[in-house]
C-alpha cells in the first residue's frame, strides 16, 4: 500500500487545508509525511496492482472490498551488509499504524487439522470437521477513500488471534512456555509474508495462511449476506464475488463449498453451482514456482474436510470430463483426463500425489484472466490449453492497470501541473485517455523546455536520495537508468549488469577527448531477493561489487556510475520513477506476465527498454513502437532456443566479461562462480533464461539509446509521448473491465 497520509489528503483534496491546518500547529506537511512507514502487507507487482485496484475500485463508486493478512513483520527489511543482502524483521507496526479501525467484536474462528466424522441429523448424513486448532481471525480495517468522490472502499486485513489466551493451569505449574504456547502458535500465522517455504515447517505454514484468510473472509461476506437475505444462497452469485488474485487464496474453492455443504446444509450440487458462479480466478505469473501445488499429504493433514472436497470435486470434474471426450479414444481419453485431474502425481516424485491449485481455480471459477494480451495467451495457448479447449468461453484478459493518482498526480505534482496547465484542466486525473492530447505539444520546444526543467528538477531529489544513502554526489546531467523490481533470474537484472561492464570497460580504453562524446549515466538496481533464492542473492553483490568497482575509478566515475538502493518499496518508487529517464524490462520474452511499474515509468515520461514481453508490448503499441528500444529474441522463438543451447555461438565481447568476473575484477571470484556457470555453461538446461542470447542485441539496444539522448529534443519529443500514450494503463480502465466483463457490478454512489 505505500504511505496512507498523503494519498488520503490528496484523495480527498484537502491537501492545502491539511498543510495549512499542519502549519498552524507547528508541523511540515512533508516532514510529518515523511515520519510515516510504508506498509509491509506485499511484496511485489501483485500486491501494488490490488492497491491500485482498490484506489481505482473506490474512485469509480463500485461496491468492492480487498481482504488480506495483516502481516506483522512484513516479508524483511532488506539491508546491504558489506555489499550482500541481508534480510531483517521489517517491524513496521511497532509505533502503530493510525490508519487501521480494529473491530472489536468481529472475528471467526478458523481450524486447522483433526478430524472428519459423518453423523446422522434425523435421517440426513452430516458431515462434521473436528478441528485439532483453532484461531481467531481479528478483522482490522483500513478505509481506502476514491478520489473525487465520497466513496470509501476498505480493505480488510485478518490478525490471527489464540482462542485461549493464555494456560494459566500450566504457568501455575511452572510450564511457562506451555502457557504461552497457543499464542504462539496462533501469531505465526500472521507473522510474515511468504515465510521461506523450503522447509515442510515453511510449506505447512503458507496453506496455514492462505486458509486462514480465505476462511475468514469468506465467513465474512457469508455473514453480511444472511444479515440481508437469510439463507436464500441462491441469490449468493448476484450479491457477491471473489476475485482470487493468483493461486494462493485458491483453497476458498473448497471452503465455499465446505460452508454451504456441511454448515448451511445445502446439497452437493446446488453448492457446486454457486460456488462456481461466485468465483473467478486471475493468473499472475507463468513461473511454474509460483503455480501452488500442494503435497496431498500436507492437505489432508492440515484440511482433512477440505482434502475430502477436493477429492469429491475432482470426482465429479473427471466423471465430467470423460463424457465430454467422450469422441475420443479410450486411450487418448485417459490421457486427457489424467492431464486435467486437479490431483495428480509429482512428476518428480512418483511416490508423492499434488493438488493442482490453479487446476482447481479453473474448475471451480467463472473466468480465468490474465494480465495483459501476451499472458493471457500463453494462459490459453500454453499453461492451461487443455482448459481452454474444454472452456473457451472462461479465459479472458485484463490489461494490469496502476492509479494515476499515486503514480503521476501526487508523486510528480510538479509534471501533474504542467500537464493541466496544458490540457486546460486535470480532468486527465479521472480520464487519462485525455493525455492523448500531450501529443500535439511533443514537438513543440518551449513546452519541451518547461517538460526537461520538470525532469531535472525530479532527478536532483533523486540525487540527494542517493547521496543520502550512499554519501556519493551523481552527476545529475546524466542519463539516469533504472531498473527496480524484484530480484529474479528472468527479469535479468544480470543482464543488466553485464551491459554495465561493458559500457565501463569501454569507457576505460576511450581517449579524454573521446570520453567528451560519450553519454554519461547513472545507473540504479533496487529490488528484493527472495531469502531462499540463492541465485538472486549473487546478483545483488554482483550489482554491488561492480559499483565499488567504478564508482570509485575516478577517470569515469561522472561518466558512469551504479549503485544498488536497498529496500525498494512503494515510498521510495515515488521518488525513482518521476526522476527516471530509461527504465529497463528486459524479461525473457513470455516471462513477465504484465509489469506494472513499466506503466509508472510510462506515465511519468520515462523511456523505456525493454523485450517484447507483458504489458511492454502493449506500452510500446500506444506509445508507437518506434519510441521504445526493443530488442531480443520474442516468446515464440523461447522454447526452440533453449532446446538448441549447445550449438549457440557466444559473443566475444560477452566471453571477456565471463573472464573478467571469473577472473575476480569485481573480488569474490569464488562467490560468482555459480552465477557465471549458470549462464556460461553452453548445454541444454543452463542459461534458462537466455541472457547470452540477448545479449549482443542488448548492447545494440543501448548504443541506441546513447544516440537519441545525445539528441534531446527527440529525446524529450519521445518522453512526452510515453505520457501521451499512457492512458490505457490507468487501473481505472482495468478496473471498468473486472466490473462489466466479471463481476457484474455498477457503480452506485453513496449519499452525500
Ligand atoms: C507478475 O510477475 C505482474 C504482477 C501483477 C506478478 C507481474 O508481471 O505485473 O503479478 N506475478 O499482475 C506474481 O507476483 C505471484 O505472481
Not at 486427457?336 to 471451480?364: C, D, F, Q, T
Not at 515464440?636 to 566479461?657: A, C, G, H, M, S
Not at 490505457?728 to 482495468?734: I, L, N, Y
Amino acid at each position: 500500500m505505500g504511505r496512507s497520509l498523503t494519498n488520503t489528503v490528496y484523495n480527498l483534496g484537502l491537501e492545502g487545508e491539511y498543510a495549512d491546518a499542519l502549519r498552524q500547529l507547528g508541523y511540515d506537511m512533508e516532514k510529518v509525511a515523511d515520519a510515516e512507514r510504508d506498509a509491509a502487507l506485499g511484496n511485489g507487482g501483485l500486491g501494488r496492482l490490488a492497491a491500485c485496484f482498490l484506489d481505482s475500485i473506490a474512485t469509480l463508486d463500485l461496491p468492492g472490498w480487498g481482504y488480506g493478512i495483516r502481516y506483522k513483520y512484513g516479508m524483511f527489511k532488506q539491508v546491504l551488509k558489506n555489499g550482500y543482502q541481508a534480510e531483517q524483521p521489517d517491524i513496521w507496526l511497532t509505533s502503530g499504524n493510525p490508519w487501521e479501525i480494529r473491530r472489536d467484536g468481529l472475528r471467526f474462528e478458523v481450524g486447522f487439522g483433526g478430524r472428519v466424522e459423518r453423523k446422522k441429523d434425523g435421517n440426513k448424513e452430516v458431515t462434521v470437521w473436528t478441528p485439532s486448532e483453532k484461531v481467531w481471525a481479528q478483522a482490522y480495517d483500513n478505509p481506502i477513500p476514491g478520489f473525487s468522490t465520497p466513496t470509501t472502499s476498505n480493505l480488510r486485513l485478518w490478525d490471527a488471534q489464540p482462542i485461549s489466551e493464555f494456560d494459566l493451569g500450566a504457568f501455575n505449574a511452572g510450564d511457562y512456555d506451555r502457557a504461552m504456547l497457543d499464542r504462539e502458535r496462533a501469531e505465526a500465522i500472521s507473522a510474515v509474508l511468504y515465510p521461506n517455504d523450503s522447509t515442510p515447517e515453511g510449506k505447512e505454514l503458507r496453506l496455514k495462511q492462505q486458509y486462514f484468510f480465505v476462511c475468514a473472509s469468506l465467513q465474512d461476506v457469508l455473514s453480511r449476506f444472511k444479515a440481508t437475505h437469510g439463507t436464500k444462497f441462491e441469490l449468493l452469485p448476484d450479491k457477491a464475488c471473489f476475485q482470487l488474485n493468483d493461486t494462493h487464496p485458491t483453497i476458498a474453492v473448497a471452503e465455499l463449498m465446505r460452508l454451504l455443504v456441511d454448515v448451511e446444509g445445502l446439497d452437493w450440487d446446488a453448492a457446486w453451482t454457486i460456488t462456481t458462479k461466485c468465483l473467478n480466478y486471475t493468473n499472475h505469473t507463468v513461473m511454474p514456482e509460483a503455480l501452488e501445488k500442494w503435497p496431498v499429504k500436507v492437505m489432508a493433514k492440515m484440511l482433512p474436510r477440505h482434502m475430502e472436497i477436493i477429492e469429491v470435486i475432482n470426482e465429479g470434474w473427471t466423471k465430467w470430463l470423460g463424457g465430454h471426450l467422450k469422441e475420443l479414444k479410450a486411450e487418448e481419453r485417459a490421457k486427457r483426463i489424467s492431464a486435467m485431474s486437479i490431483i495428480h502425481e509429482n512428476p518428480w516424485n512418483k511416490e508423492e500425489m499434488l493438488v493442482n491449485m490453479a487446476y482447481l481455480a479453473v474448475v471451480g471459477s467463472s473466468a480465468v484472466n490474465g494480465v495483459a494480451a501476451i499472458h493471457s495467451n500463453i494462459v490459453k495457448d500454453e499453461i492451461l490449453n487443455d482448459f481452454y479447449q474444454i472452456f473457451p468461453s472462461k479465459f479472458q484478459n485484463k490489461t494490469n492497470g496502476v492509479t494515476p493518482r499515486r503514480w503521476l498526480a501526487w508523486c510528480n505534482p510538479e509534471l501533474a501541473s504542467l500537464i493541466t496547465e496544458t490540457l486546460g484542466s486535470n480532468e486527465w486525473i479521472n480520464d487519462t485517455e485525455k493525455l492523448s492530447a500531450l501529443r500535439a505539444h511533443a514537438s513543440d520546444p518551449t513546452f519541451q523546455k518547461k517538460w526537461a526543467a520538470v525532469k531535472h528538477a525530479k532527478k536532483e531529489k533523486l540525487a540527494a536520495l542517493i547521496k543520502k544513502i550512499h554519501g556519493d554526489s551523481v552527476n545529475t546531467n546524466a542519463l539516469f537508468d533504472i531498473q527496480i523490481k524484484r530480484i529474479h533470474e528472468y527479469k535479468r537484472q544480470y543482464l543488466n549488469v553485464l551491459s554495465i561492464i561493458w559500457r565501463y570497460k569501454q569507457l576505460k580504453k576511450m581517449t579524454p577527448e573521446q570520453r567528451k562524446k560519450a553519454v554519461p549515466r547513472v545507473c540504479l538496481i533496487g529490488g528484493k531477493a527472495a531469502s531462499a533464492y540463492d541465485m538472486a542473492k549473487r546478483i545483488i553483490r554482483l550489482v554491488t561489487a561492480v559499483g565499488d568497482v567504478i564508482n570509485k575509478d575516478p577517470e569515469t566515475k561522472d561518466l558512469l556510475s551504479l549503485y544498488f538502493l536497498p529496500d525498494y518499496n512503494v515510498t521510495l518508487a515515488e521518488t525513482i520513477i518521476p526522476a527516471a529517464e530509461l527504465s529497463q524490462h528486459i524479461s525473457t520474452a513470455g516471462t513477465e506476465a504484465s509489469g506494472t511499474s513499466n506503466m509508472k515509468f510510462q506515465m511519468n515520461g520515462c523511456l523505456i527498454i525493454g523485450t517484447w514481453d507483458g504489458a511492454n508490448i502493449e506500452i510500446a503499441e500506444e506509445t508507437g513502437v518506434d519510441n521504445v528500444f526493443v530488442f531480443g529474441v520474442r516468446a515464440d522463438e523461447i522454447n526452440q532456443l533453449r532446446k538448441e543451447r549447445k550449438n549457440f555461438k557466444t559473443d566475444p565481447r560477452w566471453d571477456e566479461i565471463m573472464k573478467d568476473i571469473e577472473g575476480g575484477m569485481f573480488g569474490d571470484k569464488d562467490y560468482f562462480k555459480p552465477l557465471v556457470d549458470s549462464v556460461n555453461n553452453m548445454k541444454v538446461g543452463n542459461d534458462w533464461f537466455l541472457v547470452a542470447n540477448d545479449f549482443a542485441a542488448y548492447l545494440d539496444a543501448q548504443e541506441e539509446v546513447d544516440k537519441v539522448y545525445k539528441d534531446q529534443s527527440e529525446w524529450l519529443r519521445r518522453s512526452i509521448m510515453y505520457t501521451a500514450g499512457s492512458g490505457k494503463f490507468s487501473s481505472d480502465r482495468t478496473i471498468r473491465e473486472y466490473a462489466e466483463d466479471i463481476w457484474h457490478v455498477k457503480p452506485s454512489r453513496p449519499a452525500a
